[in-house]
């Protein structure tokens, strides 16, 4: 699954998402175009909330809204009954704005400033997930001020380094994130923090990664946090009433990759969790997981037109699209590798290798390196699969390129949930000298 469940050749040969035909979608939209798939969002997030309460009914999904967040997106996430995770203010005002519960709403971040805590707190969101231990003496300073006492877990750093691009692994011993078990400092803060007299410690965080293959990696993880959950019991008499073991389950980015399955997923999780707090004779607890990339990862493309076909004889032939970087940071930030194909051609066969390269000042400015094509003309509606996920979430505006539209697609009807940004908004916040 590269592209959304939905996705099909229609009768004129077009591919066609959710029931629309993408060629029709971005003759209407304009290109660059995010579209969407619903029916492929709502599918992945039940298929979490099953395969988790089937094995144990004390667990939660929560997701990773860094992933994809929208107004259009936080109604689905509610409706389809998962909380949701934020990590920074901007991302938990448009959960306000979409009336999220708050009472089902976790909070992340390695520098959460004090009006990002400020807004957690009038909002009485359900847990904020501490990461050091200046936010600890900060929050507990503003929750007396404020007359509350906020539910709170401890991110723990556990020394796992999976098998992914470096920038995005988070729980090996040299991170920025979290508490780390080396030299005792995750004992002393969680001693520390039940000292607090305004916070509410209810469990423990870990998260050591994304785009994860390998599920040993997170049943090695679960050993050493339940590891450290027996010792925090045995020294302070604190029982974790809650452990979260993060997100970071990988998705097909090409044809031969080879994630596991939600359930399989699962499996290792909540066994994990019930096997190691046996082994310890202390009870088990609630757990909770963060998907992201998973559950929209593969529910979008992106639509480009193609521009500029350049061919450079014995090297190679450069085919240059009206997006790029501003649109898709992830191949230059950490060789994100992607297919491609035609959407009007959707049943031509692939005759020849291209490059896909963006339409920014900057060499590096390319999307996809030597991908086989049918023949490319200018003119051609180009589809990148499987960019639900970190897509418009990293959209930006270099050389002062607008971010494109996303639309949802559902059942033959297409909803446009973020408008196109236009020329008069890249200069809505400029003032001049005089």
Not at 214 to 241: C, N, P, R, W
Not at 256 to 270: F, G, L, M, R
Not at 376 to 391: M, S
Not at 425 to 433: K, N, Q
Request: proline share 4%.
């Amino acid at each position: 699954m590269v592209l959304p469940l939905t996705a099909q050749i229609n009768e004129g040969g077009h591919l066609e998402i959710g029931g629309c035909d993408t060629v029709e979608l971005a003759k209407r939209f304009n290109t660059p175009l995010f579209v969407m798939d619903e029916m492929t969002i709502r599918k992945q997030c039940r298929e979490y909330l099953s395969s988790f309460r089937k094995l144990d009914k004390n667990t939660e999904v929560i997701y990773a809204s860094k992933a994809f967040i929208s107004i259009a997106m936080c109604q689905i996430i509610q409706e389809e009954g998962l909380l949701l995770d934020v990590s920074s203010g901007g991302e938990l005002y448009i959960a306000k704005k979409a009336n999220f519960p708050s009472e089902k709403i976790f909070m992340h971040g390695n520098n959460k400033t004090p009006q990002e805590l400020e807004l957690a707190l009038e909002m009485g969101i359900d847990c904020i997930v501490v990461d050091s231990e200046n936010e600890l003496e900060l929050l507990d300073k503003m929750a007396s001020e404020k007359g509350v006492k906020p539910d709170i877990m401890l991110r723990i750093t556990p020394g796992i380094k999976p098998s992914t691009h470096n920038y995005i692994q988070t729980g090996q011993v040299d991170s920025k994130f979290g508490f780390g078990l080396a030299d005792g400092i995750a004992l002393e803060t969680v001693k520390r923090t039940l000292e607090y007299k305004n916070l509410c410690l209810r469990g423990l965080h870990i998260h050591i990664g994304s785009q994860i293959f390998a599920l040993h990696s997170y049943a090695k993880a679960i050993e050493i946090i339940m590891d450290f959950t027996k010792q925090v019991f045995d020294e302070t008499g604190f029982s974790a009433t809650e452990i979260n073991v993060g997100g970071g389950l990988g998705i097909k980015y090409e044809a031969k990759d080879e994630p596991s399955t939600i359930k399989e997923y699962a499996e290792v999780i909540v066994r994990g969790v019930q096997r190691e707090a046996e082994k310890h004779g202390i009870p088990c607890p609630k757990i909770l997981v963060e998907p992201g990339r998973s559950i929209v990862g593969n529910s979008g493309v992106t639509l480009y037109t193609v521009g500029t076909i350049k061919k450079i004889p014995g090297i190679r032939t450069y085919i240059s699209i009206d997006g790029g970087m501003s649109d898709n940071l992830r191949p230059m930030l950490y060789d994100a590798v992607y297919e491609a194909m035609i959407a009007n051609k959707a049943n031509f066969e692939p005759v020849s290798k291209v490059t896909l390269a963006g339409k920014h000042c900057e060499a590096g400015d390319v999307l996809i390196k030597d991908v086989k094509l049918p023949s490319v003309e200018v003119g051609d509606i180009l589809c990148t699969p499987a960019t639900g996920a970190y897509g418009y979430m990293m959209a930006n505006n270099y050389n002062k390129q607008p971010r494109p539209a996303v639309i949802f697609v559902n059942k033959g009807n297409a909803t446009e949930i973020i408008r196109r940004e236009n020329y008069e908004d890249l200069v809505c916040l400029e003032r001049p000298l005089k």
